[in-house]
């Protein structure tokens, strides 16, 4: 069943349209916990949500005595709309797994320095709805498939962003930490095909080829931390 929300923030009121609660949780406890906001996704594995969580929907109207930001009524004053009246608690723990550490390869990075020709997304800025058309100075990320290759060029990005929009575990298997000590933003161009799709007659690189050959980084297998979101629900 498609999900869909309308969130409407109108002297600190929340209206929230045929979700589950598992969608709000997310909303509230990795979309802007702490009252901001993280574009890029953020993959915590999420455990022990009963099926209600999940299979049940519903719409909420809530409105805060005082006046409080978008970020303050979807993040930390959700989650305690959900400990209240879904006696939901969750908690974070982290654990060790297998990840990848992101390095700088033999022979030195190739990234190429950000000219500051355009401006960059800020990705802590909370989305409009409907989003404002682009001005002209702003930076274009853009991606494309060719076949079974995947092209993607970010602008003015950084590495823990690159690592967080391209290196997730869909296409790694695992979590990715950054190890390069690599400071600054960069114009990230990179050309690569997914696992699955390796052994088709126009496969490109594999992602871990494409960051060696075509930006100088490595990923090398290690043991490193992951954090878990584990939801305690009646």
Not at 132 to 150: A, E, F, I, M
């Amino acid at each position: 069943m498609l999900e869909r929300r309308v969130l409407l923030l109108q002297s600190a009121s929340l209206t929230v349209n045929c979700v589950n609660a598992l969608f709000m949780i997310r909303e509230a406890f990795l979309e802007y916990a702490n009252g901001r906001y993280h574009h890029l996704p953020i993959e915590l594995p999420i455990e022990g949500a009963p099926g209600w969580v999940q299979s049940d929907r519903y719409s909420i109207e809530a409105k805060a005595e005082d006046t409080a930001s978008q970020e303050m009524m979807e993040g930390p004053m959700l989650q305690a709309l959900l400990e209240d009246r879904f006696q939901v608690k969750v908690r974070r723990e982290t654990r060790e797994v297998p990840v990848y550490e992101l390095t700088v390869a033999k022979g030195g990075p190739k990234l190429q320095p950000f000219d500051g020709s355009c401006t960059p997304v800020d990705w802590n800025k909370t989305p409009q709805d409907p989003p404002p058309p682009k001005g002209p100075g702003d930076c274009r990320n853009v991606g494309g498939v060719s076949g079974t290759n995947l092209t993607r060029y970010w602008r003015g990005i950084s590495i823990d962003n690159f690592i967080l929009a391209i290196l997730g575990k869909g296409i790694t298997g695992r979590p990715v930490i950054n190890k390069t000590g690599i400071a600054g933003v960069f114009d990230i161009h990179l050309e690569f095909t997914r696992e699955q799709n390796s052994d088709k007659p126009d496969a490109g690189p594999s992602i871990f080829t494409a960051l060696q050959e075509q930006l100088g980084l490595k990923l090398v297998p290690a043991k490193g931390p992951e954090e878990y979101l584990v939801i305690i629900a009646p």
